[in-house]
């Protein structure tokens, strides 16, 4: 089943599984990122066709399931402007598999084609597996730990991979 898995760039007709898979992730995993399922589930389709429009999404399909994701954006460190990694989420269904790989390595792929040499996230202190993962393909902390401008009682540890 996992060797089907396909990771595609989404185009703004995927919008509607686009939403279904980062309202999953608010939903199930909503201690891992910053924005809240309340504040995007109602959400217009438009509001996700200009997400699409304007960063890169990657999307993971089992068939017609859409089952993981991730995009791109810029990341602010050292007053430097460098590529980030957002929103990474697989499915439960698909976790310990190469799904997460496949995504990031989408993003990875985007991001040396653009130039890029270094590629930046933020992980919630605490999110063990998260960090595991990013830990064995190839990412260090880097920096120091600060709060989540949202939730001052979480904090963030920033990571950076060569790419
Ligand atoms: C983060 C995520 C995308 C990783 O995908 P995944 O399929 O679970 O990742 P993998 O199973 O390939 O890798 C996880 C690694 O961390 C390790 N790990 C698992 N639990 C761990 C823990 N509690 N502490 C440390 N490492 C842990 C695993 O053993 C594995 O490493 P290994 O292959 O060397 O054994 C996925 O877990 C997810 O979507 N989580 C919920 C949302 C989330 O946290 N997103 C990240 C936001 S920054």
Known sequence: MIDEVVVRRAAPIDAPRAREIRCLALYESPLAYGTRLEEVATRPLRYWRNLIRQRPWFLAFDGDTVVGMATTDTYH???????????????????GTRVALLLLEKIKEFNRSCGHHRLFLDVVIGNDRAEGFYEREGFRRIGEVRPLDRDPRRHLTPMVCDL
């Open 77 to 95: 460190f050292n007053g430097e402007t460098h590529p980030g990694v957002y929103g990474m989420y697989v499915a439960p269904s698909h976790r």
